[in-house]
C-alpha cells in the first residue's frame, strides 16, 4: 500500500487524461466529455482514497515516494503529503470534477476540458511536490493552462486579464527561481557538499546566515504574495476572476490562490524560520491591510463577480494573519481556512456563474429581486453567503475565529482591528444580496429561472461540506495540527521564537473571597 | 638551397581524422557546387537531403571524437592552429544539427520562393565550417578567417532572395556593418599582437604570464586591442549597443536564413567569444568582467524591452534573439570569474546548453514562421497568425510548445537552459544579474504571448479566408516536430544532457 | 645626420594606423555611396595591415606579415562579395545611397 | 432527567430540519402546530429538567452536558456542551414558554401568507439558536446561538423581503449586530489568552486580573450593546418592526434583544473582578438608554414603535440594574418585561390584524368594544409596564430603581424619570388605541381595500396566548417578592450561579414615590389624551428619535461612502495604476528607444562606433592608463 | 632618410584617405584611395616587407580599385553625391567625436605602452633558417611561415575565395526575366 505510488498517479492521471483528449479527434465531443471526466473523477477518487489512508495524528510526510530526476543537479521527483498539504489536495481532487462534469464552456470543449486536466495535474503537483525544483516546476506550469482558459473561454476583457495574471505572477516566480537556486546553491555548503533541492533536506541540515535567509525568504515571499494575493499586489486577481469563465474563476479561487498560502507556510516558514519570524510585523500589517481594503473594495463593485472576487483578497488576509501568528491555533486555522474558502467562494462564483448564465450579466443594478423569483436558489446563495460571512455552525467560521483567536497572544493590536473585517463582511455582502435578491423583481428578472437539479446536485457537495466542516471541524483538525506542531517546534529549534501558551487558569478557593478581595482591589 | 629548403620545410603534421567535420563540410560544399553546376537540376529534396546528410555525417564525426577525446584527452590540431577539445566539438556538433535542420526547412521554402539550387546550401556548409573554425581555433587570425568565412557566407545568404528588395537591403546593411566591425575585431587582433608576438593563445597567454605582472600600465595597447576584440564579438552576438543590424537583418532575410543565422551564427559567434575571452585572455578577466556585466544588462533588457511594441513576428523574434543572447552573456560573465586559461567552469557549460537547446529552439520556431510566412514571406505580421489554431491546430500547437520553451516555461527545453545559467550566476555570487535576467524574461514573455493570442484567441477578421492557405510540407514538418520533439524531451530528461556538458 | 635627429620609430607608424583607421571609421559614418563605404573599410583594413607590418618588425617576426597576406586576401574577398550585392541591388534601385535603403527599421 | 437537556435545544432543530424537509408538503395550517408542538414539546423538557433540578441541594444544580468536541486544536479546548443551571433553566423555561405561545399565536397571525411554513421554519431555527445561547457551557457555544438568533433575527425582519423598507431593516439588524459580536469576539480572545479555555466555569472561578476582568467585561459589554440594542447601536430594534408582529414579540421583546443582559449575569463574577468604573459605565449607559428611548417612545404614532422604544428603554433598565450589580433584579426584570412586553406586542398584532395591516394610532382609537379580549389583556400589560402593584413590572422594576440607588441617587432619579415617562406614553397608547372616538372608519376612505371594514377580533389561537400572558403579567411578580428572603426565590433559586447583592437602603419609601411617580404619568396622559385639557407635547425632534438615526444614515450616505468610494477608486487608480503604469512605461520606453532603430546603416555605424569609444575610455583610460 | 620617406609616404596615405572621404566623385574617391594604397606600400617598403609591397600595389592598387571603378562604370553610378547635406543632424558631430576619440584613445595607448618589453617570439625551425638565407629573405621566410605555421589559415583564405565565387555567381547571375523589378528612385540628394 505504501508502496503503490499514489502521488504520482495523482500527478499522471491528469496530465494522462490532458493529453488523450488533445489527442482524440474533434469530431467525438462525447468520448471527448468521457474521457475528461473518467479522468477527474478518477484523480477525485484517489485524493479521496489518501484522505481516508491518511494516518490522523501523525506529523510526518505520508505516501512519500521519490525518484531521481536530473542527477547533475541534485533534483528528484519527491512527492509527500502531510496535515497541512492533504486537505488541500483533497480539494483539489473534489473541486475538479465537479467543474469538469457540472460547468459546460459553451465551446471547444475539447480544448477546455484538456487544459483543466493539465491544470488539475499542476495544481496537484505544488501541493504534493518536496522538491524546491519540482515545486517551482508545478507552479510556473499552472500558469499556462489557466492563461489560456481565461484567454478562451472568459468574457469581454479576457486577453487583458490574462496577460496580466501571466505577466503578474510571473514577476514572482522569477524572484523565486532566484531565490530557490541560491537557496539551493548556498545550503550545499552544509552537510552532504553535494547541491540538492530536496526540500526536507535543506529546511533540516541547511543552516544560513540570518541577512543571508532573508534575502531568500523575500525571494520566495514575492511570489506568494502575488499568488495569494497579498496587499498591494493584489490587483491582478479582480480582473483574472472577473474576466475568467465560471470553471476558471471556481478553481482559481478554490485552489490556485493556495498555492500562494500553502508555499508561504511550506516554502517560507517552514525553510526560512529565523527570517519568516523577522518578517512578521510586515506581513501582519500587510494582511490586515488586506482584508480591510478588500473588504472595502468589495463594499463598492457594481460588478457581482468583482465583487467577490475582492472578498477572496479579504479572507486570504486571515490566512496570511494566521499563518505569521505562529501559533498552533492560528496556522491550523489559516489551514482550514484556506480549504474553507475553497469551498465557500468557489461555490459563491459557481452562483455567480449560474446567474450570468441566466441573465447574461453580473452587473448588480441590473439584477433584482431574485429571491421571489427563485427562492430555493436564493436559499443556496444565501447559506454560501452565510458561510462566507463566517456565521458559526458554517466551515467559514470556525477557521476564521481560529485564526483569530490564535494570533489574539502574538499580533494583539492587528487582530483587533482584522476582526472588524468581520463586520464588512456582513456589510458588503449582505448589501449585494439585498440588491440582488430582495425587493420586487422587474420585468426582466421576474422570469429568473429556479435553481435545476443539474445545478443542485452541483452545488450539494459544496452545501454540505459548508455544514459539515463547520458543525464537526475536529476530523479535519486532528490530521492537520500534528503536522502544525511539527513545524511551530522547526521553528522554535531554529530562532528565538517561543510560541506563547494562554496561562491557564488558577482556581481560587472560593469564588466569593476572589471576587470581594480583588473587588476591592478593583476600587483601590 | 633547394637542397636546404626541401630539407628544412616540414609542414605540421595534420590529423585527419580530427578534422574530418571541417572536410566533410568543405567536400559537401564543393560537391554541391560542381555537382550542381555539371548535373541538370536534382529532383525535389535533392539538394536539401543531400545537404542534411552531410551534416549528420559531420555531426556522427564530432561525437566518435567526442569519445576519442574521452580516453585520449584533448589535442592540438595543424601546427596549433586549432584545438579539439570537448568545448569546440559541443559546438561543432550543436552547428551540424543547425545546418541539419536549416536545411530541413530551407528546402521547401526555396521551391516556393523559386530560388531552388546548390548554391544557398553549399553556403550553409561553408558558414557551418567557419563556425566551427571560430569555435575552436586556437589562434587569433584563424579564429579571424573562420569569422569573416562565416560572416561572407551569412551576407551572401541574407541577400539571396532576388525578388525581395528587403532581402538585399538586409545583405547589403549587413555587409557594411558586418566588414566595418571585422575591422575592429582585426585591428583588436593587431593590438594584441603588438602586446604578445604573436596571435596564438598558447603564446599569447604565456607572454602575459611573463609580463603582466611586471609591467601592468604598459600594456594599454594590449587593453585597447582586448576592447577591440570584445567589440567584434559583441557585435556577432548582436549584443546592446551592437545589435542594431539582427533585427533589420532578421527580418529582412529570406526566413530560414534566419533562422541558419540565429542558430549557427550565434553559436559560432559565443564559440570565439568564450575562447578568445577565457583561453586567450585571462589575465584581462577583471578587465572585461564589468563591460561584459554592463553589456549583458543592456542586452537583456533592451531585447525584451524593444521586442514589446513590435508587430512583426519575425522581428519580435530577432529582438527575442537578442535578450536570448543577453542570457548566454550572463552565462559568459559568470564564466569570466574562474582562474587560469580553463573552459572547464558551470558557466561554460551552461553557455553551451544554452546553445545547443536554443538552436534547435529557434530553428522550430523560425520554421514555423516561414510555413506561416506563405510565398513572399508576405505574411510574418502578427496578423498572419490569426486562426492558426482553428486552421492548423498542429502546428499552432508546435508554435505554443517553442514560444513557451522560449519564454522559460517549466518542462521545455528553454527552462532547463534558462535555469543552468542562472544556476551558474548565482554560483559565482552574481545574484543581481541573474534577477535582472529573470524580470527581463518576463517582459520579453509578453511578446511570446501576444503571439499565441493572435494563434488561438484573436477573432477572424474579414478577408482571412481568402488569404493563401497555410501549408506544412513535409521536410518543414519534419524539421518543426523534431525540434519540438527535443524541446520537450529536454525538457523533462535534460540529466542525461546536462551531464555530458562540457 | 638627419637621421641621427629622429628615426621613425614603430610607435609612429602605429600612430599614422590610428589615425589611417579613424578616418576609414569617419568615411563610413558619413558617406552614403554604398561604393564608397566599401573604400572605407578599405582603408581600415589597411590601417591595422600597416599596424601588422610595423609590429612584426618590431619584433622582428614573419607571422605579422603573413597575417597581412591574408588580411588581404579577405580584403578582396570581401570587396568581391560586396560589389556583389552592390551590383544587386543597384540593378533595381539605380542611384540608390545607403539611406535610401532603410525600409526595415523600427 | 438532567440528562435530557439536549432534548431542549435539539426539539426545536428538529422541527427545522423536517419543515425543512416537508415544510411545503405541511402547509398552512399544519406546519405551524407542527413548529408549535416542537417547542411546546421542548418546553415540557424544560419544566421536566427544572423539577429534576429543583429537587436537587443547591450544589449540585448545575449540570454539564458535553455533546462532542467541537474545536479541539493546540491549547484551545472547545466542546459543543450545555450547562444546566438555575439561570440557564430559567431562560429556557421563559423563551420556551414564551415562545410555544407566540408559536401558537403565528399560526393565526401567518394565516394565509404565502411563506407560511417558510415562517415557522425560521422560528423554530430561531428558538433553537436561542437555547444554544443560554445553554451555552462556553463563550463560543453562547456565541453560536449569539449568531445563530441574529441571523434568524435578519431572516425574519426582511421576511418579506419585497419591501425594500423591511430588507433594509434585516440588513441593518444584522450588520448592527456584528458590530457587537466584534466585542464579543474581542472578549473571548481575552478570556482565552487569559485562563486558556472559554467555559464559564474556567472563566467565572478564574482569579483574572483587574485589567483582563476590565477588558472582558466591557467588551461583552459591547456585544450586549449590539444584541440588546442599548445606545449607541440602538438603531436597528425601532427598524427590526418591520418584521411580522410576532417576531417582534418573540425576538425584539421576549427573548433575542435580552441575551445581553444574560450573558452579562452570565459572567457577574468577572464583572465583580473588574475595575469599579466598567460597572459605573455600564450603569450609565442602560440609564441614559432608558431614559432617551422613552423620550422618543412619547412621540411615535405607530403602534409597534412605542413598544419597540419602550423596549429599548425597558433594556436600558437591565442594563441600569446589571451595572450596579443587582443580576438577579436585572433577570427578574428581564422575566416579567418579556411576560408583559409579549403580551403587549402580541396585543398590539392582534389589533393590526384586526385592523387589516394598519399599524398607525391616529387611525385607531375605540377599539375596547370591538376586540375586548385584546383590550381588557393589552390594559393588563399596560398596568404591568406602568409599574402599578401589584402587577409583576411593578416588582421588578422597583428592586432595579432600589439597587439603582445604592449605586447613586443621579441614576435612581434618571430610572424614576424613565419611569414616568413609560406610564405617560403606555397611557398615551392605551388611550389612543382602546379609548377615544373611533377613528379608523375615515383611515379607511384612503385604503378600503380590505372586505370588511369593520375591526374585529383575532381567532382563538391568537387570543389563547393573550390570556396566558396576561394572567402571568398580573402573577409575574410574585417569583421574587422583596418582603422578605423566603419570598425572594428567584435570588435563592440564582444564588449558587449569579453574584448577589443585598441592597443597603430602605426598600419602603422608595417604593413608595416609585408608585406615585408611577400614577403621575398616568394622570398626566390621561389629562393630555383623554380629557384633552392641554396640548399634546410630542416634538418632531422626539419622533425623528433626536435625529441620531438620520444622523447615522447620512453619514454613512454621505462621507462614510465618499470615504468608501475614494478607497476603490485608488485600488483602481492608485495600486493597479502602478502595476498598469509600469506596463505603460515599458511600451514607452520601447517606443521612444525603436526611434534609434532608424534602419539606417550609417546611424548604426555611428552607434558601434560609440559604443566601441565608451569601451575602449572603460579598458584603456580607466583599467589602463589610470 | 628613413625620416624622409616615412614623411611622405604617411602624407600620401592620409591625404588619400582624407580624399576618399570627403570627394563627391565616387571615381575620385576611388583614385584617392589608390594614393593612399601607394602610400602603405612604400611604408611596407620601408617595413621591409617587399613582398607585401608588391602584393599591395598589385592586388589592391591593381586589382581591387579598378574592380571598384568598373563597377562604378558598369552601372553609371558616378554620380556626385551631395557632401553639404546630412539628413541626420547629429551624424557627423558623432562621427567626428567617434573619430577624433579613437585617435585620441588609441593614440594614447600607442604612447603609454611604446616603451612596453618586446615579447620574445619564437620562430619555427624553417623560418630561421630562411632568414639565414643570403638572398631576399622576407619573401622565403614569409613563405615558409605561410606553409608552415599558418598553413591552415592559408587553407582557409581559399575557402574565402570560393565563398566569393559562389556569392558573384548567386548576387550578380542575370536575373530571369520579370524577375527585375526596377525601382528607378532619383539621384538621392536628401
New interface residues.
Given amino acids: 500500500m505504501i508502496k503503490f505510488p499514489i502521488l504520482t498517479l495523482l500527478v499522471l492521471v491528469p496530465a494522462a487524461g490532458a493529453a488523450i483528449v488533445a489527442l482524440i479527434s474533434k469530431r467525438q465531443p462525447d468520448l471527448v466529455k468521457v474521457v475528461a471526466m473518467i479522468a477527474s473523477v478518477l484523480t477525485g477518487g484517489m485524493a479521496l482514497w489518501v484522505l481516508f489512508a491518511f494516518k490522523s495524528q501523525n506529523a510526518d510526510f505520508q505516501f512519500v515516494s521519490q525518484h531521481v530526476w536530473i542527477k547533475p543537479w541534485g533534483i528528484s521527483w519527491h512527492l509527500g503529503v502531510d496535515g497541512i498539504s492533504l486537505f488541500l489536495v483533497v480539494l483539489t481532487g473534489v473541486l475538479f470534477p465537479l467543474v469538469i462534469i457540472g460547468i459546460d464552456p459553451h465551446h471547444d470543449h475539447k480544448r477546455y476540458l484538456s487544459w483543466m486536466l493539465l491544470l488539475e495535474a499542476g495544481v496537484m503537483g505544488s501541493f504534493i511536490s518536496l522538491d524546491l525544483f519540482l515545486f517551482f516546476v508545478f507552479f510556473e506550469i499552472v500558469l499556462v493552462p489557466m492563461y489560456f482558459l481565461i484567454g478562451g473561454w472568459g468574457y469581454d476583457d479576457r486577453i487583458y486579464a490574462a496577460t496580466k495574471f501571466f505577466l503578474f505572477t510571473m514577476v514572482g516566480s522569477a524572484f523565486m527561481l532566484v531565490g530557490i537556486i541560491s537557496t539551493a546553491v548556498l545550503a550545499k555548503a552544509g552537510p552532504g557538499g553535494s547541491v540538492t533541492f530536496d526540500l526536507i533536506k535543506i529546511a533540516e541540515n541547511a543552516t544560513f546566515a540570518a541577512s543571508t535567509g532573508r534575502w531568500l525568504f523575500f525571494a520566495f515571499a514575492i511570489a506568494f504574495a502575488v499568488k495569494v494575493p497579498l496587499f498591494p499586489l493584489h490587483t491582478w486577481l479582480p480582473d483574472a476572476h472577473t474576466q475568467a469563465p465560471t470553471g476558471g474563476s471556481v478553481i482559481l479561487a478554490g485552489v490556485l490562490l493556495k498555492m500562494g498560502t500553502y508555499g508561504l507556510l511550506r516554502f517560507g516558514v517552514y525553510l526560512f524560520p529565523e527570517a519568516a519570524v523577522w518578517a512578521r510585523p510586515l506581513f501582519l500589517t500587510l494582511a490586515v491591510i488586506g482584508i480591510l481594503w478588500g473588504a472595502v473594495a468589495a463594499t463598492m463593485q457594481t460588478d457581482l463577480k468583482r465583487l467577490v472576487a475582492y472578498s477572496s483578497v479579504a479572507h486570504l488576509g486571515f490566512i496570511v494573519l494566521g499563518t505569521f501568528a505562529l501559533t498552533t491555533v492560528a496556522i491550523t486555522g489559516s489551514v482550514m481556512q484556506s480549504v474553507n474558502h475553497g469551498i465557500s467562494t468557489g461555490a459563491l462564483f459557481l452562483m455567480v456563474g449560474m446567474i450570468y448564465e441566466r441573465r447574461h450579466t453580473r452587473e448588480i443594478s441590473k439584477l433584482k429581486g431574485l429571491q421571489k423569483a427563485a427562492p430555493v436558489f436564493a436559499a443556496a446563495f444565501m447559506v454560501i453567503m452565510l458561510s462566507s460571512i463566517g456565521v458559526p455552525g458554517l466551515n467559514g467560521f470556525v477557521g476564521e475565529f481560529m485564526i483569530l483567536i490564535g494570533s489574539f497572544g502574538t499580533a494583539r493590536w492587528w487582530v483587533a482591528v482584522a476582526a472588524s473585517g468581520v463586520i464588512f463582511a456582513a456589510v458588503y455582502l449582505l448589501w449585494a444580496y439585498q440588491r440582488v435578491f430582495h425587493g420586487e423583481p422587474d420585468d426582466d428578472n421576474k422570469t429568473f429561472p429556479e435553481l435545476k437539479w443539474k445545478e443542485a446536485t452541483l452545488l450539494l457537495p459544496f452545501i454540505s461540506i459548508i455544514v459539515f466542516a463547520g458543525v464537526f471541524p475536529k476530523p479535519m483538525l486532528s490530521r492537520i495540527e500534528p503536522s502544525v506542531n511539527k513545524l511551530i517546534t522547526h521553528i522554535e529549534e531554529r530562532s528565538d521564537w517561543r510560541a506563547p501558551q494562554p496561562t491557564v487558569g488558577v482556581r481560587p478557593l472560593e469564588v466569593e473571597s476572589a471576587v470581594t478581595d480583588s473587588a476591592e482591589d478593583g476600587e483601590g | 638551397m633547394g637542397a636546404l629548403f626541401a630539407a628544412t620545410l616540414q609542414g605540421p603534421k595534420i590529423d585527419w581524422f580530427a578534422l574530418s567535420p571541417l572536410l566533410l563540410l568543405l567536400g559537401g560544399a564543393m560537391l554541391l557546387l560542381v555537382g550542381g553546376a555539371l548535373t541538370p537540376p536534382w529532383p525535389k529534396h535533392g539538394y536539401a537531403l543531400f545537404t542534411s546528410a552531410i551534416a549528420i555525417a559531420a555531426g556522427v564525426c564530432g561525437v566518435l571524437l567526442w569519445y576519442r577525446i574521452d580516453d585520449k584527452g584533448p589535442v592540438r590540431l595543424v601546427g596549433n592552429a586549432l584545438s579539439l577539445d570537448k568545448v569546440g566539438l559541443w559546438l561543432t556538433i550543436t552547428m551540424c544539427v543547425g545546418v541539419f535542420l536549416a536545411a530541413l526547412v530551407s528546402d521547401d521554402y526555396l521551391r516556393r520562393e523559386d530560388l531552388d539550387g546548390p548554391e544557398l546550401y553549399s553556403l550553409s556548409l561553408l558558414a557551418a565550417l567557419g563556425g566551427i573554425v571560430m569555435s575552436s581555433a586556437n589562434d587569433l587570425i584563424v579564429l579571424f578567417l573562420g569569422l569573416e568565412i562565416l560572416s561572407i557566407s551569412l551576407y551572401v545568404m541574407a541577400a539571396s532572395h532576388r525578388k525581395r528588395i528587403e532581402s538585399q537591403e538586409a545583405g547589403l546593411k549587413y555587409f557594411v556593418l558586418g566588414g566595418f566591425s571585422s575591422a575592429f575585431f582585426l585591428y583588436g587582433v593587431a593590438l594584441v599582437y603588438g602586446g604578445a608576438g604573436s596571435t596564438n593563445f598558447d603564446q599569447i597567454v604565456a607572454a602575459f604570464d611573463a609580463t603582466v605582472q611586471l609591467d601592468r600600465q604598459n600594456d594599454a595597447l594590449v587593453l585597447a586591442g582586448v576592447a577591440l576584440l570584445l567589440v567584434g564579438l559583441a557585435f556577432k552576438v548582436a549584443a546592446v549597443p551592437f545589435h542594431f543590424w539582427s533585427p533589420d537583418v532578421y527580418e529582412g532575410s529570406p526566413t530560414p536564413v534566419t533562422a541558419f543565422m540565429a542558430s549557427v551564427g550565434k553559436t559560432a559567434a559565443f564559440g570565439a567569444m568564450l575562447r578568445v575571452l577565457l583561453l586567450a585572455l585571462p589575465h584581462w578577466r577583471d578587465d572585461y568582467r564589468p563591460a561584459l556585466w554592463v553589456i549583458a544588462v543592456l542586452t537583456l533588457v533592451g531585447g525584451s524591452v524593444m521586442a514589446v511594441v513590435q508587430t512583426n513576428v519575425k522581428r519580435m523574434l530577432a529582438f527575442s534573439s537578442i535578450s536570448h543572447a543577453g542570457f548566454i552573456l550572463v552565462g559568459v560573465e559568470a564564466a569570466a570569474h574562474g582562474t587560469g586559461a580553463t573552459l572547464s567552469t558551470t558557466g561554460v557549460s551552461s553557455v553551451l546548453l544554452y546553445l545547443l537547446i536554443y538552436s534547435v529552439l529557434v530553428i522550430g520556431t523560425f520554421g514555423v514562421v516561414s510555413a506561416v510566412g506563405r510565398t513572399g514571406d508576405a505574411n510574418t505580421g502578427l496578423a498572419g497568425f490569426r486562426g492558426l489554431g482553428k486552421n492548423q491546430p498542429a502546428l499552432a500547437l508546435g508554435m505554443t510548445v517553442l514560444l513557451l520553451a522560449q519564454a522559460g516555461v517549466p518542462l521545455t527545453s528553454g527552462f532547463i537552459a534558462k535555469f543552468g545559467v542562472i544556476t551558474a550566476a548565482v554560483d559565482v555570487h552574481s545574484y543581481a544579474i541573474a534577477l535582472i535576467a529573470m524580470v527581463s524574461a518576463v517582459i520579453a514573455a509578453f511578446l511570446y504571448l501576444r503571439i499565441m493570442v493572435s494563434m488561438w484567441v484573436s477573432e477572424p477578421e474579414a478577408g482571412d479566408d481568402t488569404r493563401e492557405p497555410v501549408r506544412v510540407p513535409a521536410l518543414l514538418g519534419v524539421a518543426i516536430s523534431l525540434s519540438v520533439a527535443f524541446t520537450l524531451v529536454i525538457g523533462f530528461l535534460p540529466g542525461r544532457l546536462i551531464d555530458i556538458a562540457p | 645626420m ?2 641621427a ?12 594606423g ?89 | 432527567m438532567l440528562d435530557l437537556v439536549w432534548l431542549i435545544p435539539a426539539l426545536p432543530l428538529a422541527g427545522f430540519i423536517c419543515i425543512l424537509l416537508f415544510g411545503r408538503k405541511l402547509g398552512d395550517p399544519k406546519a405551524g402546530y407542527f413548529a408549535t408542538a416542537m417547542v411546546g414539546a421542548s418546553f415540557l423538557v424544560t419544566v421536566g429538567v427544572f423539577a429534576d433540578m429543583m429537587s436537587k441541594t443547591a450544589e449540585e444544580r448545575s449540570h454539564l452536558r458535553t455533546l462532542f468536541q467541537w474545536i479541539p486544536v493546540g491549547s484551545l479546548k472547545v466542546d459543543l456542551a450545555l450547562l444546566a443551571d438555575p439561570l440557564s433553566i430559567t431562560m429556557c423555561l421563559f423563551v420556551t414558554g414564551i415562545g410555544t405561545l407566540i408559536h401558537l399565536y403565528a399560526v393565526g397571525y401567518m394565516h394565509g401568507d404565502s411563506k407560511f411554513s417558510k415562517f415557522f421554519l425560521y422560528l423554530n431555527l430561531f428558538a433553537f439558536s436561542m437555547l444554544m445561547l443560554v445553554l451555552g457551557s462556553n463563550m463560543l457555544v453562547t456565541f453560536l446561538g449569539w449568531e445563530g438568533v441574529g441571523t434568524c433575527s435578519y431572516l425574519l425582519i426582511a421576511f418579506w423581503h419585497q419591501k425594500d423598507s423591511a430588507a433594509t431593516a434585516g440588513k441593518k439588524a444584522f450588520i448592527t449586530n456584528r458590530v457587537g459580536d466584534w466585542g464579543f469576539m474581542m472578549a473571548m480572545f481575552f478570556a482565552f489568552w487569559a485562563v486558556g479555555s472559554l467555559d464559564y466555569s474556567v472563566i467565572n472561578h478564574s482569579l483574572l486580573s483587574t485589567s483582563t476582568a476590565t477588558a472582558i467585561a466591557l467588551f461583552c459589554f459591547i456585544g450586549a450593546c449590539g444584541k440588546s440594542a442599548q445606545l449607541p447601536l440602538y438603531l436597528w430594534l425601532p427598524d427590526a418592526m418591520e418584521g411580522p408582529t410576532p417576531v417582534s414579540a418573540l425576538i425584539h421583546a421576549a427573548t433575542m434583544v435580552t441575551a445581553g443582559v444574560y450573558l452579562m449575569c452570565r459572567i457577574s463574577p468577572v464583572l465583580e473582578i473588574a475595575s469599579n468604573y466598567a460597572g459605573w459605565i455600564i450603569a450609565i449607559i442602560g440609564a441614559a438608554t432608558a431614559f432617551y428611548a422613552a423620550t422618543i417612545a412619547v412621540a411615535q404614532n405607530d403602534i409597534k414603535k412605542v413598544l419597540a422604544y419602550s423596549t429599548v428603554s425597558q433594556l436600558g433598565y437591565m442594563f441600569l440594574a446589571v451595572g450596579s450589580g443587582a443580576y438577579t433584579a436585572a433577570l427578574f426584570h428581564m422575566i416579567t418585561h418579556a411576560f408583559f412586553k409579549a403580551l403587549l406586542f402580541l396585543g398590539a398584532g392582534s389589533v393590526i390584524h384586526g385592523m387589516h395591516h394598519e399599524q398607525d394610532m391616529r387611525r385607531m382609537g375605540a377599539l375596547r368594544k370591538l376586540m375586548p379580549i385584546t383590550a381588557i389583556t393589552f390594559i393588563i400589560g399596560w398596568l404591568a409596564i406602568a409599574g402599578v402593584p401589584p402587577f409583576a413590572g411593578f416588582w421588578s422594576k422597583d428592586e432595579i430603581l432600589l439597587f439603582a440607588y445604592d449605586k447613586s441617587p443621579i441614576l435612581w432619579f434618571v430610572g424614576l424619570v424613565t419611569a414616568l415617562l413609560t406610564a405617560y406614553y403606555m397611557t398615551r397608547q392605551v388611550i389612543m388605541v382602546f379609548y377615544g372616538k373611533a377613528r379608523w372608519n375615515d383611515a379607511h376612505e384612503e385604503h378600503g381595500a380590505h372586505g370588511d371594514t369593520e375591526p374585529h377580533e383575532s381567532p382563538w389561537m391568537m387570543v389563547t396566548p393573550l390570556m396566558v400572558l396576561a394572567v402571568l403579567s398580573i402573577v409575574g411578580g410574585a417569583i421574587n417578592l422583596p418582603f422578605s428572603h423566603t419570598t425572594e426565590r428567584l435570588v435563592t433559586w440564582l444564588e449558587p450561579v449569579v453574584v448577589v447583592r443585598e441592597s443597603t437602603t430602605a426598600k419602603l419609601p422608595l417604593a413608595i414615590i416609585a408608585i406615585v411617580v408611577g400614577l403621575v404619568g398616568i394622570g398626566l396622559a390621561i389629562i393630555v389624551y383623554a380629557k384633552h385639557r392641554v396640548k399634546a407635547i410630542e416634538p418632531q425632534i422626539l419622533a425623528d428619535a433626536w435625529g441620531y438615526d438620520r444622523a447615522v444614515s447620512n453619514f454613512m450616505g454621505g462621507p462614510g461612502r465618499q470615504a468608501f468610494d475614494g478607497l476603490a477608486w485608488a485600488d483602481g487608480h492608485v495600486v493597479d495604476g502602478a502595476v498598469n503604469g509600469t506596463g505603460a512605461l515599458v511600451r514607452s520606453i520601447a517606443g521612444k528607444v525603436r526611434k534609434l532603430q532608424t534602419g539606417n546603416v550609417r546611424t548604426y555605424a555611428a552607434a558601434i562606433g560609440a559604443g566601441v569609444v565608451l569601451l575602449l575610455m572603460w579598458f584603456v583610460v580607466v583599467r589602463g592608463i589610470l | 632618410m628613413e625620416l624622409f620617406v616615412f614623411i611622405v609616404a604617411a602624407a600620401m596615405v592620409l591625404v588619400g584617405a582624407v580624399g576618399v572621404v570627403v570627394r563627391k566623385h565616387p571615381v575620385h574617391a576611388a583614385l584617392s584611395l589608390v594614393m593612399t594604397l601607394f602610400g602603405i606600400a612604400v611604408l611596407f617598403v620601408a617595413q621591409e616587407a617587399h613582398f607585401l609591397a608588391a602584393v599591395q600595389v598589385i592586388v589592391y592598387a591593381g586589382a581591387i580599385v579598378v574592380l571598384f571603378l568598373f563597377v562604378i562604370m558598369l552601372l553609371g553610378v558616378d554620380n556626385a553625391e551631395d557632401l553639404h547635406i546630412e539628413p541626420f543632424r547629429v551624424q557627423r558631430p558623432v562621427a567626428a567625436a567617434v573619430g577624433s576619440g579613437l585617435v585620441t584613445i588609441i593614440g594614447l595607448a600607442i604612447i603609454a605602452s611604446r616603451k612596453a618589453t618586446v615579447p620574445v617570439v619564437t620562430q619555427s625551425q624553417a623560418v630561421q633558417d630562411a632568414a639565414l638565407d643570403p638572398h631576399d629573405g622576407n619573401i622565403r621566410a614569409l613563405a615558409r611561415d605561410v606553409f608552415s605555421d599558418h598553413v591552415l589559415a592559408f587553407e582557409l583564405t581559399s575557402v574565402l575565395l570560393v565563398i566569393a565565387v559562389v556569392a558573384t555567381v548567386m548576387l550578380a547571375r542575370k536575373p530571369k526575366p520579370g524577375e527585375l523589378v526596377i525601382i528607378e528612385t532619383p539621384v538621392s540628394v536628401k
Avoid at chain 3, 635627429?5 to 599614422?16: K, N, R, V
Avoid at chain 3, 591595422?48 to 603573413?66: E, W
Wanted: contains cysteine; charged residues 15%.
Fill in positions: 638627419i637621421a635627429i629622429a628615426t621613425p620609430t614603430t610607435t609612429w607608424y602605429l600612430l599614422l590610428a589615425v589611417l583607421f579613424s578616418i576609414g571609421v569617419i568615411g563610413v559614418m558619413v558617406r552614403r555611396n554604398p561604393l564608397i563605404l566599401f573604400m572605407c573599410v578599405e582603408l581600415m583594413l589597411n590601417a591595422v595591415n600597416l599596424t601588422f607590418v610595423a609590429l612584426a618588425r618590431r619584433f622582428g617576426d614573419i607571422g605579422g606579415q603573413s597575417t597581412v597576406f591574408f588580411v588581404m586576401v579577405v580584403a578582396a574577398a570581401e570587396v568581391v562579395v560586396g560589389l556583389g550585392i552592390a551590383v544587386a541591388i543597384l540593378r533595381r534601385k539605380p542611384h540608390a545611397t545607403t539611406d535610401d535603403m532603410a525600409e526595415l527599421k523600427g
